[in-house]
């Protein structure tokens, strides 16, 4: 089989053992080593992405070459919830450990070692043994994956700090067992860059307190990596666990992942329903909130689409599955966060290139920084100012922050997204995002409910509107049309009962006719009338155009030889469409309603949610296949445009515009072709979706900037000694944590258009 003709497999593992994006980058070389492979690992999901040609590679191959790398792997369809939560436990737990006995050992040491008050003879030697535990058990962790690394190759940032601990104890070690550091009761390198004895310096304080605020940073990062992954490991957490199903008349409780198509399976009020399906016998109600948002629980009867994970709140229903696994709704909601979370940014891109090459440039300017110092530096204290600017420069320069910037940010941000029930496919669509000045909606099942309903009935004088209404009612409660279970739904909820029917009869294309209490019943337009020879007044008939001239549908009911009354049916927008639309013109966006529908109808309805009328904003009777080039005459116009959609055939036009925002209430294809979906159908998420999106993009872009920006001024400091190793650890630590705690400020970002947060983030 030919390349051509391979199949190509896509495989999500996850990672154990990284401490920093310089090992996600060995990995991902790794793996892109290997024929018919590309691959993508992600240091904040702890996850690998892999691609591959299904005859050249397989998992086996892929998870024994991490190994080989010193890391774990397993596919990531092998990592419950539970998993993931007790990894990150055991991660937290141990490094919290791990940093308060290394604090108590240093502290002393940085204390006698910063105070010449506090030192006594011999002092050193207590130092050394307080310091020992401290840089070798405690800083186990840095020296571990330097070494693995090293064995392939590959420098890390746990490189830098490797050597710089191992490079300060080295040197305290010998200046105290050869070079009579013990000869005066000098103080450490700390004091500054010159030397106050001729004796050597110990550096013991300096690989203690490096050690320490490293570890610091790494255990406050992986606590705020964990809050980053809660929106994710929450959603995962909510699927079913288990479900009873019909077999052979008997009730077996079995686990959900083991659910086949077609199955029965029984769900009792508050248990979760564990795939999507159709009930198939009982009611009840339905809480959907984790899905879509809504609140308002949904009544669900014999015939109804349920959906899996959602909570079965009254009645015993029957569901058949009719899609499990990685085709359910829930999974499919999951893997977008997921693939969301996985993408990198063009900026984060730009980050993991110059993470690449800057291990390796900082050992040469570190190594350029002492022989500098020696060569330049006074004959008392060259060697010591050497050293000290030389282990500050591999302290310094770790790019932690820059391989967190995008990850932690996105993370949070697609996790926060989630919880509101908007999907985001990828970070590519923040960048686009960001440029949207135009937003098209489509009309039916978008703007408006999609489902028609009666909203006036204009009665003949001296005939009243029950009496209409329960004619027409009863005779259309027999016919399937759209129109005609509008007028008999309003009929049944306004009259309660309705009257049987007799004799019925639907001409197609014009209307019905009927027999009603005794009555010959007739419900249609002018050409059903005609036909029947039925008399419509003047006044029917200009009530009848006028509706219609209002872009609303309108039918005439007749009995007793005579046209009675004109019922009024329409789409009507959903509830809050009006709000959606004014909230995004206080973002500085221009609403466009695109529909097949005729221009009254068109404009009635966005008079409604207040979109301007004039043909540039309303633009009717477009045929489906037409959307993409309304989408595309707006771009090349200059427009950067955004489509909301929910039909199959507005799937071309999401795919074509620059942001495809699908409603969760529509159809697949629709969702498929999106960027992003908004599960609930609810318009004001739009906005929602926007801000959270350019919010993330501003955090993302902040987080790189400001982590280029510490390693452009913290190296050069550094180098030319107003830094010395202990402030630098700090501050490299610190640098992480700001980041990854500027990411986590998207989780109580303000998100209504109503708040000063919609101009911060214009």
């Not at 939560?85 to 737990?93: I, K």
């Not at 959603?235 to 686990?255: C, P, Q, S, W």
């Not at 999907?423 to 489902?451: A, N, Y």
């Not at 007799?502 to 009338?529: N, Q, W, Y």
Request: contains cysteine.
């Amino acid at each position: 089989m030919s390349t051509e003709e391979s199949v190509v497999n896509q495989l999500d593992l996850s990672i154990t053992g990284m401490s920093c994006n310089a090992c996600a980058m060995s990995i991902e070389k790794g793996l892109n080593a290997l024929p018919g492979v590309e691959a993508t690992v992600n240091y904040a999901t702890e996850s690998a992405r892999v691609a591959f040609d299904s005859t050249s590679a397989d998992v086996a191959t892929f998870i024994t070459t991490i190994e080989g790398l010193g890391y774990g792997a397993r596919t990531l369809a092998e990592t419950t919830p539970d998993m993931l939560d007790a990894e990150v436990r055991e991660r937290v737990s141990m490094l919290k450990i791990r940093l308060l006995v290394t604090l108590v050992l240093a502290v002393p040491v940085a204390v006698v070692s910063m105070f010449m008050a506090l030192q006594f003879s011999n002092w050193q030697w207590y130092a050394l043994a307080l310091s020992a535990p401290v840089v070798t058990w405690g800083a186990w962790p840095f020296h571990r994956a330097a070494l693995m690394n090293a064995r392939h190759r590959n420098t890390t940032m746990d490189t830098l700090i490797s050597l710089g601990i191992v490079a300060a104890t080295g040197w305290s070690l010998w200046a105290l067992i050869w070079g009579g550091a013990t000869d005066g009761h000098s103080m450490s390198g700390m004091s500054g860059m010159s030397g106050m004895a001729e004796s050597p310096h110990v550096y013991f304080e300096v690989a203690v307190s490096v050690t320490v605020f490293l570890l610091a940073g790494r255990y406050f990062e992986a606590r705020a990596k964990r809050r980053a992954g809660d929106a994710l490991r929450a959603l995962l957490a909510l699927g079913a666990r288990n479900a009873t199903v019909l077999r052979d008349g008997e009730e077996v409780v079995i686990e959900a992942a083991l659910i086949k198509v077609g199955d029965l399976i029984v769900v009792r009020p508050g248990e979760i329903i564990a795939a999507d399906g159709i009930v198939q016998d009982g009611e009840s109600t339905i809480d959907a909130s984790m899905l879509t948002g809504e609140s308002v629980p949904v009544d669900v009867a014999k015939g109804s689409k349920v959906t899996g994970t959602t909570v079965n709140l009254s009645g015993r229903i029957i569901v058949k599955a009719r899609r499990i696994g990685a085709d359910s709704t829930f999974a499919q909601m999951t893997k977008l966060v997921r693939d969301a979370q996985s993408t990198k940014a063009p900026v984060q891109r730009l980050a993991d290139r110059v993470s690449s090459v800057f291990v390796p440039t900082v050992i040469a300017i570190s190594i350029l920084t002492f022989i500098g110092w020696y060569v330049l530096g006074d004959n008392v204290s060259r060697v010591a100012d050497s050293f000290t600017a030389a282990v500050a420069v591999l302290i310094i320069a770790c790019p932690c922050a820059l391989g967190l910037a995008t990850p932690t940010a996105l993370m949070v941000g697609s996790g926060r997204a989630a919880q509101m029930g908007i999907v985001i496919k990828g970070v590519d669509v923040l960048q686009s995002t960001r440029r949207v000045d135009t937003v098209v909606f489509d009309k039916t099942g978008t703007v408006t409910t999609g489902v028609m309903q009666l909203i006036d009935v204009v009665c003949a004088t001296g005939v009243t509107r029950a009496e209409v209404l329960g004619f027409a009612g009863a005779l259309e409660h027999a016919s399937e049309h759209p129109v005609a279970k509008a007028i008999a739904n309003a009929a049944r909820i306004e009259l309660g009962t309705l009257a049987g029917v007799g004799h019925f009869e639907s001409i197609a294309g014009m209307g019905t006719v009927g027999v009603v209490d005794g009555k010959r019943v007739m419900v249609g337009g002018e050409p059903l009338f005609e036909k029947q020879l039925t008399i419509v007044s003047k006044e029917m008939k200009d009530a009848l155009h006028a509706a219609r001239n209002s872009g609303n549908t309108a039918v005439l009911v007749a009995y007793d030889g005579s046209a009675k009354g004109v019922c009024v049916i329409a789409d009507q927008p959903k509830q809050h469409s009006a709000e959606a639309i004014a909230d995004l013109r206080k973002l500085g966006l221009r609403p466009v309603l695109l529909t097949g529908d005729n221009r009254a109808t068109a404009v009635a309805v966005a008079q409604q949610v207040g979109i301007d009328i004039d043909e540039q904003h309303v633009i009717a009777g477009v045929l489906p296949a037409e959307k993409v080039r309304v989408v595309s005459d707006l771009q090349e116009r200059g427009y950067a445009v955004a489509m909301v959609g929910d039909g199959v055939n507005d799937a071309a036009a999401l795919a074509q515009s620059d942001v495809g925002i699908a409603m969760g209430t529509g159809t697949d294809v629709a969702m498929n072709a999106s960027d992003l979906t908004i599960v609930s159908g609810d318009l004001r998420l739009v906005a929602d979706a926007i801000l959270l999106s350019r919010a993330t993009l501003r955090t993302i872009s902040a987080n790189v900037f400001w982590a280029f920006i510490y390693n452009a001024a913290a190296i050069p400091l550094a180098a030319l000694g107003y830094m010395n190793p202990m402030w630098a650890g700090l501050a490299m630590a610190f640098s992480s944590v700001f980041v990854v705690s500027n990411s986590l400020r998207l989780r109580t970002a303000k998100l209504t258009p109503h708040t000063a947060f919609v101009h911060a983030t214009r």
